[in-house]
């Protein structure tokens, strides 16, 4: 939010676990920043896996900088 208020566009990446917690979290704080969600789990992945999840998802985490709508 303060980076967004200061014209640096900004989102958040996370886990697909989370978005509805992200949901409540952006209707409490009346806020609702870009975002990217992942497949769920991330902790037991392998880093064969994590790359391979960074590559599927490189585009999307880029647009949440690039793009201003």
Same mark, same amino acid.
Do not use: Y
């Given at each position: +939010?303060?980076?967004?208020? #200061?014209? %640096?566009? /900004?989102? *958040?990446?996370? /886990?697909?676990? *989370? &978005? $509805?917690?992200?949901?409540?979290?952006? =209707? /409490?704080?009346? &806020?609702?920043? #870009?975002? @990217? *969600?992942?497949?769920?789990? %991330? $902790?037991? #992945?392998?880093?064969?896996? +994590? @790359?391979?999840?960074? #590559?599927?998802? %490189?585009? =999307? @985490?880029? $647009?949440?900088? @690039? =793009?201003? /709508?």
């Amino acid at each position: +939010m303060d980076l967004e208020s #200061r014209g %640096i566009p /900004s989102g *958040f990446v996370a /886990s697909s676990e *989370f &978005i $509805q917690a992200a949901e409540a979290q952006g =209707n /409490s704080l009346g &806020i609702h920043p #870009r975002s @990217v *969600f992942v497949p769920h789990p %991330i $902790q037991d #992945r392998t880093d064969d896996e +994590m @790359v391979q999840l960074a #590559r599927d998802a %490189i585009d =999307n @985490v880029l $647009q949440l900088v @690039v =793009n201003k /709508s």
